[in-house]
Every structure is written in structure tokens, then in C-alpha cells.
């Protein structure tokens, strides 16, 4: 059985390990850890079972205009967990919690059919570009209505993002 939670300080090793098992280098675990130490881990829900931490999803900030909202990115599943539902777990655990702080949208830049499912659009259908060049793979949800800058603009991840560009 699987559950979600927020990220308690004791599971940052953890953290660390399923983001280097998911992904071909340390990036991503880099990026995360970054984020963290610079105040700009907005949110960050952990997917356990009995035995630990198995995923974990983050949210930093993004800057759409004057608009703010949180860009998802990273999210992990070890890979003797994944294709057993903790990724799609952990983004809806995630989007609910961005939901309850008030978050307006939140970007991804992320597979569309998988996205899609769980409300995500094509953003530039919403007139938002992005610093990486990406269009169909840029997907922006809308939690609350109006939350979007009028006439779209460019979204701007924060600095620590450099970090896997």
C-alpha cells in the first residue's frame, strides 16, 4: 500500500536516492537539493510504502508576467516501483496540496499524454511560452480561474533550474 506526505527534513537522503535511481544522472537530485537550500522548494510530497520513501514530486516557483504560479518538476518513482501507479499518486496528492495553498496554475514540462490525464494542457494553446524552446511538452493546469496572465507571456523557472539545462 502506498501513501503520500509532505517531505519531512529525516527523508532528504532518501530523496536524494530514488531521484538518482529514476534518472540517468544527478541533476535532477542536484536541482531538488538546490532548491531546498535556497528556499525555493515550494512543496515537496514524498510516496511511501512500509519500508520508505519510494517517490517524490516537487514544486518550485514559476513567473508567468506579474502571474505566479508552481512548476512541476522533478518527479520520481524508483524503478522497482514505477508502472504501479505512485507517479500518478504523487501528482494528484500534489496538485490537491497546491490546490489547498492557493496556487493559481502550475506548468510541467512533461509527456502529454501522461499529463493530460490529470487536467494539463498545452500551454502555448493558453499563449504562454517557456525559456526551453519546448511546445507540446510545456503543459500548464489552471487551478483557479483568471489565475493566468491575459494574453499568455513567457514563463521563467526559477534559477536553480540551470542547474540541468
Do not use: W
Not at 29 to 34: F, K, S, W
Not at 53 to 68: K, L, M, N, T, Y
Request: proline content about 6%; aromatic content about 8%.
Amino acid at each position: 500500500m502506498y501513501f503520500c506526505r509532505p517531505e519531512h527534513p529525516q527523508d532528504v537522503a532518501a530523496i536524494r536516492a530514488v531521484l538518482e535511481a529514476a534518472f540517468p544522472t544527478a541533476a535532477e537530485a542536484r536541482l531538488v537539493d538546490a532548491l531546498r537550500a535556497n528556499g525555493r522548494l515550494s512543496l515537496s510530497v514524498v510516496a511511501a510504502d512500509g519500508a520508505g520513501v519510494i517517490g517524490h514530486v516537487a514544486f518550485s516557483p514559476v513567473e508567468a508576467g506579474a502571474r505566479r504560479g508552481l512548476g512541476l518538476a522533478p518527479m520520481a518513482v524508483l524503478p522497482a516501483h514505477q508502472q504501479k501507479g505512485v507517479g500518478a499518486l504523487l501528482v494528484r496528492e500534489g496538485l490537491a496540496s497546491c490546490v489547498a495553498t492557493g496556487c493559481g496554475f502550475v506548468v510541467v514540462l512533461g509527456e502529454p499524454e501522461y499529463y493530460g490525464r490529470f487536467g494539463f494542457e498545452r500551454a502555448s494553446a493558453r499563449g504562454l511560452d517557456n525559456e526551453y524552446g519546448a511546445d507540446e511538452a510545456f503543459m500548464v493546469f489552471e487551478l483557479q480561474p483568471g489565475a493566468l496572465p491575459e494574453g499568455g507571456g513567457l514563463v521563467r523557472y526559477a534559477p536553480e533550474f540551470a542547474l540541468v539545462g
